[in-house]
C-alpha cells in the first residue's frame, strides 16, 4: 500500500471517530428536503472526486 492511501484511511477513520464523539452537539436538520439535498450533493461531489481521480492516475 502506498504511504498516501494508509494516511487517507487513517484520517478518514479519525474523522468517523470525531463525528461519533461530537454527534449530541451537531444540530440536527428536521427537514427533509434539506436531507435530501444534502445527499445528493454529497454523492455529486463524490462522483466528481472519483472521476477526477481516475482521470489523474490514468
Known sequence: MKKVTVFG???G???LVLLKV???SIPR???PLANYT???GFV????????????KNK
Open 9 to 11: 484511511i487513517i484520517i
Open 13 to 15: 477513520i479519525g474523522l
Open 22 to 24: 461530537f454527534q449530541h
Open 29 to 31: 436538520i428536521s427537514d
Open 38 to 40: 444534502i445527499l445528493t
Open 44 to 55: 455529486l461531489i463524490a462522483i466528481i472526486y472519483g472521476a477526477s481521480q481516475l482521470r
